[in-house]
C-alpha cells in the first residue's frame, strides 16, 4: 500500500486520539464509585428488610401495650365500682364483706397486669431504638448512595463531553487520510487495540521489540511512501525523526 509521509504521520495523530479515547472509556467503565454503589445497592436491601422487620416488631409490642393498658384499665374500672358499692354500705353483711375479698383480689391482679404492662413498656422502649437506628442507618447509607451516584453522574458527564471533543477531532484527522489507509488501520486496530505505532531508535513503538538486522534492512530500503508493518505485531510502523534508519 502506498501513502505519502505525511498521511503516513497523520496516522500517529489518529493513533493518539484513538488512546485518549480508550482511556476515557476505560475511565468511564472502572470509576472507583462503581464498585462502591454496586456493593452498597446490594445492602440497600438487606438495610430496608432491618427496617420493616424492626418497625413490624415495634408494631406488634404497641398493639401488646394497648391489651395490657386495656385488661389495666377495666380492672381498675371493676374495682372502683366495688369500691362504691362498698362505700355506699348497701347491701348484707356478707355480700359485703364478698366486695372487700373481691378488691383485694382485684388490687392482686391489678399489680400483676400493671407489672406485665411495664414490661412489655420496656419491651417497646426498646424496640423502638432498634427502629430509629435501623431508620438512621438505611437513610445515612441512602444519602451515601446518592452522593455516590452524583458523583458517577458528573465524572461520566466530563468524560463524555471531552469524549465528543476527541472524536470531531478524530474525524477531522480521518478526512486528511485515505480510505485505504484508514481501513487498514483499522482492521490492525481492531485485532491488535492499535492500528499504527511510531519507530523510534529502530524499535516498534507498539510492541516495544527491537527490529532484527533483516528487518531494518527492509525498511531502509522501502520508498518514503511504503506503508510499512512491524512483523511482530502487525501495527503500521510510522517513520519518524527519530527512527535511527
Known sequence: MKASPEMQARLLDLLAI???????DH???TLP???DITRMEAEA???EAEVVRTET???DLQ????????????VRERAERDRARLESGTGTSKSLQGLQHELESLARRQSVLE???LEVMERLEQAQQEADAATRRRDEHATRLTELRAARDEKTAAATTERAEVASGRDAVVADLSAELVALYERVRAHTGAGAAPLVQRRCGGCRLDLNAVDIARLR???EDEVLRCEECGRILVRTAESGL
Open 18 to 24: 484513538d488512546t485518549r479515547l480508550d482511556q476515557l
Open 27 to 29: 475511565k468511564v467503565r
Open 33 to 35: 464509585e462503581l464498585t
Open 45 to 47: 436491601a438487606d438495610l
Open 57 to 59: 416488631a415495634v408494631g
Open 63 to 74: 398493639r401488646e401495650v394497648a391489651r395490657a393498658e386495656a385488661a389495666v384499665q377495666q
Open 115 to 117: 407489672d406485665e404492662e
Open 221 to 223: 530500503s522501502a520508498p
